[in-house]
C-alpha cells in the first residue's frame, strides 16, 4: 500500500467527521465506487477491515486502496464534484485502534523477552489472531499479559509519523512490510514498529489486553488477542463461569481447579469400588444357579469377568451366556468350553439388530433387546 501523508486519517486519529469532494466514480455491477479529494476512512490494509460509516447519509460498504486511489464502496451513485460529509462508525473505528495498538504492544513484549516475530495479522469481528514464529509454556503467556498490561497501565503515548530517510536509518524498528513510505508507530519507551493503521493516542485508551487462545499454525504460533471492551466482557463471562462452579463445589472462584481434581480423584475411588461390587454381586449370582444341560443364561451387573465366566462353564457344557446391561441394551458374552458359539452369537445378532464377533469359544457382542426378550429368545430355542 502506498502510503499519503496527507489523508485526514494520518493527520487526525481522531477525525470521525469530515468534509471533502467527489473527485472519481467508478460503475460496477452492483456498487458504485466513490473516490474523494480527501478521506477520513482508513481502507482495508495490513490485516485489518476499512473503516465503516457514512456519505452524505449513503453507507460505506467498504472501503479498498485500487488503481484508482481509496476507493469508498457505496450503493447509490454520488456524481463527480458533489460536496460530500464523511461520518465514520466512531465506535467501529475507536475498537479497530485499540485492538491494534493492544497487538502491537504484545507482539513489542514477545519481542524483547523470546525475540520471537510476528508474522501474521488478521483483525476479526472477535478478536485478533497474531502469528509468532516461536511457542510459548503457559507462565510465558501469563507474564506476556502482565508485561503488555502494565504499558497499558503506564499510559504512554502512541505516537505515529512518517520519518525521513535519514531519521529512518537511526531508528530499529519491528516490520513485516516492506512500505516504500514507512510510517513509524511509536509505543513511547517500548517499540518502534512500521505500520499504516490509525493507533489510539496513549496506551490508557486500550484498558485491557487479554490472551484468549494460543495453538499451533502452520508452523507458528498463534495468539488469539481481545483489547479494552472484548477483554472485559470475556473475564467478566469466565468469572462469572467460576463463580458458578465454585458454587457448586461449595468453594471460591479461584479454588474450583483444585476442587475438581479432589473431586476427580474421589470418583476413581467410586468408580473402583464401583467395579468391585458389580464382580462380586456376579459371582454371587452365577454361584447360586443350578447346573444346565442347556445354556446357562446369566443376568449380571458387569460385563462378564474370567472369574465369573469359569464359573458359568462349570455348571454347563453346553456353555454360558453372560448378558449385562439395562433394557435395550445388553452387551453379552458366549462362552463353551468346546462347542461353537458364533451360530448362536449371528441369531441373536439378526433378532436384535446387534454386533459382535470372537473366536469359536468365546463371543462378544451388543444388541437391543430387554431381559424379558432375551429369556424368551432362550426359552423358545429351548422348546425347538
Ligand atoms: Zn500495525
Known sequence: ?????????????????FDSVVVKL????????IVLDKTGFFPEAGGQKGDLGTLNGISVLDVQVTENGIEHFVSCSIEVGTLVHGELDKELRLKKERN??????????????????????HMGEEGMDVDFDGSFTKDELVEIERQANRIVRENVAVKC???????????????????????IVEIVGYDFCACCAPHVSTTGEIGLIKIVDCYKNRGNTRLTLLCAEDAVEYVLSVCSDADKSGAMLSVKPYSVSSAITKQLKSNEELVRLNAELKHSISLEIVSNLKASENYLVVFAPS????????KGLELSQKGVCIFSGNDDDYTYVLASKAGDMRGLATSLNQTFSGKGGGKPTQVQGRIKASKEQIEKFFHNGEKE
Open 303 to 310: 460385563f462378564a469377568s474370567k472369574d465369573v465366566l469359569n
Open 161 to 183: 509519523y512518517f520519518p525521513t530517510e535519514e531519521e529512518l536509518k537511526r531508528i530499529s524498528y519491528r516490520s513485516k512490510l516492506e512500505l516504500s513510505t514507512p510510517r
Open 26 to 33: 467508478i460503475e460496477y455491477k452492483d456498487k458504485y465506487g
Open 100 to 121: 491494534h495498538s493492544g497487538e502491537h504492544i504484545v507482539s513489542a513484549v514477545v519481542h524483547k523477552l523470546f525475540g520471537y516475530n510476528n508474522v501474521g495479522f
Open 1 to 17: 500500500m502506498k502510503l499519503n501523508p496527507d489523508e485526514l486519517f494520518y493527520i487526525d486519529n481522531k477525525l470521525f467527521v
